[in-house]
């Protein structure tokens, strides 16, 4: 067991915040989180220390009884006065304890008088206006509890890649401005690309790394500083997104750059595989005793382990290392690889810009086709209206298709699949068009058995094509209605379909697993923006990085095939 200075500091931050509750001496609270700041951002590990038996007195704000705390949690993993205190105070009072306007003596009251020990109490309590009528409580706290829990519920939720893109790109051109900065990288979930993000890590490089969070607090977007170190600090923007920054030492960045990409469970398997080596590894460097053996750089690190360099998309302890070490890691798709868009509306249905105005986008975009997948259901029109909508589409197509060879429109629509796994056309108006993209948008709440049932039926169909949004989930809004996958894309196989991954942010509808699924059974994918305007185009990206998350190489995506070779796959 190796324990990190974090986790020392943790342990003495909850027992300042227990005997902060309890009314403790001021000095003695004061002391222990002095210990923990220091102890937390201390470039050398106490654990070490500690074994080589070296006096820890000598360590700024380290005194007898503290060293002696620290020897014990090093070598026992517990910290018994911690454990003492914590058997008569709840653990929730902590986090309590943090909200504005409560402190250790008002979170104290209210549980000794109210016994208040939750967040869904504190909340009852508040709203029945229990409260304010307690002695040093005012109406004014009932309400800045209930905004403060209704913010602690949104700030727990997780934000879109796509809305994150942005004021990532916007951070790292300001922290990359400072004089000084190098390296500026967004690590974590984002640099792995994952289609939620908690918050953001980044991290940078800098001689000097208060100058740096000195200039990062004060990120115009700040609105909350959470903490402010040396070499880190915690802020929340004002929406609501929290931001973590370190500053580390150039020769130390690739070992930071390795820990703060993530996920935890590649880094522990990482990590294991160094301590079975009698190494240690941490965000510092990969150690053999005093010896430090790489940290400069992620491939020096993985060529020490005798692997190749592992892309952050895969970092997920998803059977990365098993494929690295039989050099069969994928050669993951890229959005260069990428030739056209399969999912587009236009303003003939729900979409903001015309026909032309989205062939004109994609042309720009250098892709060599599109398809035009206009609604059938959204049309609200009859069956015969809505065919003869489409066949005038399909003859405006033709005509353009003329002007703007050798770029090819194909001839496509979004059509419905109906409750009972019919297709939403006529098979004579089907045989007309180039491709189909068949997706459910009703009937959300049918049993897996007869949702699944539903789509078989539909892709017995020989129109049927690409199934698009193939769980019909909305991230953060709405779940995936039940639908047994793996069955559906043994069907996809049998009959030569094709998978969707769409590429708008709030659905990435297939997620990662599933796209590795579906290459498993050889299916392939097409990734789509499903775009309602031209702007959208640009979210392939997003639908690129999901691929690259399930494993997928160029050869798994149909529409990286050019335009004969598509055609022809399409036949
Ligand atoms: P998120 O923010 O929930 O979308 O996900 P991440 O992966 O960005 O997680 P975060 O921000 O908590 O931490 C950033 C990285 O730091 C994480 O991917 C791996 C590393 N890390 C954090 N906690 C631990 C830990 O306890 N052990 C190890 N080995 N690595 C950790
Ligand atoms: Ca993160
Ligand atoms: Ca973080
Ligand atoms: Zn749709």
């Known amino acids: 067991m190796t324990v990190h200075n974090k ?4 342990l003495f931050n909850q027992l300042a915040d227990l005997l902060e509750i309890e009314g403790a001496n001021p000095f003695r609270v004061r002391a222990y989180r002095n210990a923990a700041r220091y102890i937390a951002d201390a470039p050398h590990s106490l654990a070490e220390r500690v074994k080589a038996k070296e006096d820890l007195t000598e360590l700024p704000g380290i005194g007898k009884d503290l060293a002696k705390k620290i020897e014990t949690i090093v070598t026992t993993g517990h910290l018994p006065a911690l454990e003492r205190e914590a058997k008569n105070i709840p653990h929730a009072l902590i ?23 939750n967040f869904d109490d504190l909340k009852n309590a508040a709203e029945k206006h229990n409260i304010s009528q307690l002695p040093g409580f005012g109406l004014k706290t009932e309400e800045k509890i209930l905004t403060e829990l209704k913010r602690i519920k949104e700030t727990n939720k997780r934000y879109l890649l796509a809305d994150v893109e942005d004021i990532a790109n916007e951070l790292t051109d300001y922290l990359n401005a400072i004089p000084g900065v190098s390296n500026v990288t967004v690590a974590g979930s984002f640099r792995r690309r994952c289609e939620t993000v908690g918050d953001l890590d980044i991290l940078v490089t800098n001689k000097k790394g208060s100058e740096v969070i000195d200039a990062f607090v004060k990120f115009p977007k700040v609105s909350d500083i959470i903490s402010q170190g040396s070499t880190r600090s915690t802020v929340r923007l004002s929406s609501g997104l929290q931001v973590d920054l370190r500053v580390v030492p150039k020769i130390h960045y690739g070992a930071a750059m390795h820990y703060f990409t993530g996920s935890k469970a590649h880094n522990i398997e990482l990590r294991n595989r160094a301590v079975k080596k009698g190494w240690k590894f941490n965000e510092y460097g990969v150690y053999k005793g005093d010896e430090c053996l790489a940290r400069k750089t992620e491939h020096e690190i993985y060529h020490l382990f005798k692997l190749p360099f592992i892309p952050p998309e895969l970092r997920e302890n998803r059977g990365e290392f098993e494929a690295a070490e039989k050099n069969q890691l994928p050669h993951l798709i890229e959005l260069a690889d990428i030739r056209g868009d399969l999912h587009v509306h236009t303003t003939e249905t729900d979409g903001a810009d015309t026909l032309e105005e989205m062939v004109q986008a994609a042309i720009k975009l250098g892709y060599e086709y599109i398809a035009i997948t206009d609604h059938t259901q959204n049309l609200k029109m009859v069956r015969g209206q809505d065919e003869k909508r489409l066949s005038q589409q399909i003859k405006k197509i033709q005509k353009l298709n003329e002007i703007v060879a050798p770029f090819r429109i194909l001839t496509s629509a979004e059509v419905d699949i109906l409750e009972d796994g019919r297709l939403d056309l006529s098979d004579d108006i089907l045989a007309q068009l180039d491709i189909t993209v068949c997706s459910i948008h009703s009937h959300f709440n049918l049993s897996e058995k007869d949702q699944t049932n539903r789509v078989l039926k539909a892709m017995k169909n020989p129109f049927f094509c690409i199934f698009g949004h193939p769980t019909g989930r909305l991230l953060n809004q709405r779940e995936p209605y039940a639908i047994d996958l793996e069955t559906i894309i043994k069907a996809a196989k049998k009959h030569g379909h094709y998978l969707e991954i769409n590429a708008q942010p709030s659905r990435m509808d297939l997620d990662d697993q599933h796209c590795r699924m579906a290459k498993e059974y050889g299916v392939k994918l097409v990734i789509s923006t499903d775009s309602h305007s031209k702007n959208q185009l640009r979210n392939i990206q997003f639908g690129v990085s999901q691929a690259r998350r399930g494993w997928l190489e160029k050869d798994d995506v149909l529409n990286t095939l050019p335009l004969n070779k598509l055609l022809k796959a399409l036949k």
């Open 7 to 10: 986790e020392i500091a943790d």
């Open 95 to 117: 986090d309590m304890m943090r909200l504005p306007g409560l402190g250790p003596k008002r979170v104290k009251k209210l549980y000794e008088i109210l016994n208040i020990n």
